[in-house]
C-alpha cells in the first residue's frame, strides 16, 4: 500500500516563500507529483519529480529526495491567488492536502 | 484542447436510490481515474482504466459502485443504492497513458458534487 503524509494547514504572507512538506511510504515508487485545488474547483496538475534534486517552474519549484521518501513543493513570491489545497500524489494515491492561507 | 467533461455538475438523491455520472476523457487520453473525494480529504482512487480495460479497481466497492468505459472513450460510474457516506465529489480524471511524465500529470473535470439525503 501506499501512504502520504502533509501538513494539514500553513499561513503565511503576500510576497513572502512557503515550503509544503510531503513524506511518503510506497510498495513502489513512480515519482512525487503536486497538485493545486482552489474551493470548489479540480485538482490542476503543478509538478512531477521522478529523480532527486529540484525542479524549478517559475514561482513554483519541487523537490524530492528518493533516499528520504521525502518531497516539498516550494511557492515563492507568494500572491493571494496561491491559497488553495496542494496534494502530493504517488501515482493515483494522494496525501490529504495542506490548506495554504496566504493573508496579505 | 478541450478538458475532461462531466456530467451532471450536482446531484441529490435519497438514500438507495441509483445515480450514474459521466466523464467524456480529453482526446487521446488513454488512461481514465474516478476518484472520490470527501470535504477535508485528498482525491481516493475508485478505478482506473488503460483504453477500456480495468488496471486498478481494488478500492471499489462493488457491492454497490460499478464502472465501464465504452471503446476506451467515455466513462460512466453508477452508484446502486446509495448511502449517506457516499455524499462526495466524484472527479475524472485523465492522462496520456505512457510512461514518465506524461503518465503521472492527471487532467481533471470539474467534477459531480454528489448529496445523498
Known amino acids: 500500500g501506499q501512504s502520504l503524509e502533509q501538513p494539514s494547514e500553513v499561513t503565511a504572507v503576500e510576497g513572502a516563500i512557503v515550503q509544503i512538506n510531503c513524506t511518503y511510504q510506497?510498495?513502489?515508487?513512480?515519482?512525487l507529483s503536486w497538485y493545486q485545488q482552489h474551493d470548489g474547483g479540480a485538482p490542476t496538475f503543478l509538478s512531477y519529480n521522478a529523480l532527486d534534486g529540484l525542479e524549478e517552474t517559475g514561482r513554483f519549484s519541487s523537490f524530492l529526495s528518493r533516499s528520504d521518501s521525502y518531497g516539498y513543493l516550494l511557492l515563492q513570491e507568494l500572491q493571494m491567488k496561491d491559497s488553495a489545497s496542494y496534494f502530493c500524489?504517488?501515482?493515483?494515491?494522494f496525501g490529504d492536502g495542506t490548506t495554504l492561507t496566504v493573508k496579505p | 484542447e478541450a478538458g475532461v467533461a462531466q456530467s451532471p455538475r450536482y446531484k441529490i438523491i435519497e438514500k438507495r436510490q441509483s445515480v450514474a455520472f459521466w466523464c467524456n476523457p480529453i482526446s487521446g487520453h488513454a488512461t481514465l481515474y474516478w476518484y472520490q473525494q470527501i470535504l477535508g480529504q485528498g482525491p481516493k482512487l475508485l478505478i482506473q482504466f488503460q483504453n477500456n480495460g480495468v488496471v486498478d479497481d481494488s478500492q471499489l466497492p462493488k457491492d454497490r459502485f460499478s464502472a465501464e468505459r465504452l471503446k476506451g472513450v467515455d466513462s460512466t460510474l453508477k452508484i446502486q443504492p446509495a448511502k449517506l457516506e457516499d455524499s462526495a465529489v466524484y472527479l475524472c480524471?485523465?492522462?496520456?497513458?505512457?510512461?514518465?511524465?506524461?503518465?503521472?500529470?492527471?487532467?481533471f473535470g470539474p467534477g459531480t458534487r454528489l448529496t445523498v439525503t
Open positions: 480524471a485523465t492522462s496520456l497513458g505512457m510512461g514518465g511524465a506524461g503518465y503521472y500529470e492527471q487532467y
Open positions: 510506497t510498495s513502489g515508487f513512480y515519482g
Open positions: 500524489a504517488v501515482k493515483s494515491t
